[in-house]
């Protein structure tokens, strides 16, 4: 039932994921990463960006020792090899990052990354030592067909498959329905505990550490919307779009989730 969650634990700080997408330059990312490092030095929630491969180097040298981790937007599902393009996790781990975000439905759509691509992708992020922010979430025809709970667990299920029992504890879950991302569309916060509830329920299901799993919602957060999304019980946090190009409303939305429950 919305509202509700069986697994409360007080332990889990609320962490808010800035995805840049592709967006960026030197001079921008210097000006936004110095605005929010001016408004997170006191933070009590988990804060990062995931930015474009070129600025890793960037935020390594700007954001180390401060409060705000980093991290890219995509890993290669292998090791190393003849993969025109791709980079490996070890790669994206030389740049201290220490997230990756794995199956964002703009791979999925735009490049045809299968639930098996996405668990492969997580896993050898978790190899190398990174946290995965794994993306899972329902179309707007899956949503109006009554398919939302069989489509996201039915993806959680297949990426799962792929890590170990002890990394299920490991990542970090983003519940993105596809509807809402870019579209100024949000679920409500009782939809949004509804899908959560139920993703910790699988993740738990798999190993009962994994109580511990931030599982973020994502898909038009915004500073007016944040607050009341992130005082559901199962919902952990945010992974945020177009609003952590903004310094304010990127800051707004980490106060949200430091004043959250
Ligand atoms: P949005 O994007 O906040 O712009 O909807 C979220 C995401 O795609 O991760």
């Known amino acids: 039932m919305p509202g509700l969650s069986k697994y409360v634990d007080p332990m889990r700080r609320k962490l808010i994921a800035g995805n840049w997408k592709m967006h960026g330059s030197l001079a921008a990312n210097a000006a936004l990463l110095n605005g929010i490092l001016a408004g997170t030095d006191a933070v009590t929630c988990d804060v990062a960006v995931c930015v474009p491969a070129p600025y890793l180097a960037q935020c390594k040298s700007l954001l180390s020792g401060s409060a705000v ?25 030389e740049f201290d990052c220490r997230y990756v975000i794995v199956g964002h439905s703009e791979r999925r759509s735009g490049h045809a990354e299968s639930n098996e691509a996405v668990g492969r992708k997580a896993a050898q992020a978790l190899k190398a030592g990174l946290t995965p922010i794994v993306c899972v979430g329902e179309t707007l025809v899956q949503r109006e067909s009554g398919a939302t709970a069989e489509v996201v667990l039915g993806q959680l299920d297949t990426i799962l498959g792929a890590i170990s029992e002890q990394d299920a504890a490991r990542i970090v879950l983003a519940y993105e329905p596809v509807w809402a991302i870019g579209t100024g569309k949000t679920a409500t916060p009782d939809m949004a505990q509804e899908v959560h509830a139920l993703i910790r329920g699988k993740l738990v299901e798999r190993n009962p550490a994994a109580q511990s799993v931030q599982v973020l919602y994502g898909g038009s957060m915004k500073p007016d919307n944040a607050g009341q999304l992130m005082s559901m019980p199962d919902v952990d946090g945010g992974l945020i779009g177009g609003a952590a190009l903004k310094v304010d409303d990127f800051l707004a939305i980490v106060r949200a989730a430091c004043a959250a429950p």
């Open 69 to 93: 981790a980093w991290g890219a937007q995509d890993v290669s599902m292998h090791t190393s090899g003849a993969y025109t393009g791709e980079m490996s996790a070890a790669m994206i781990k």
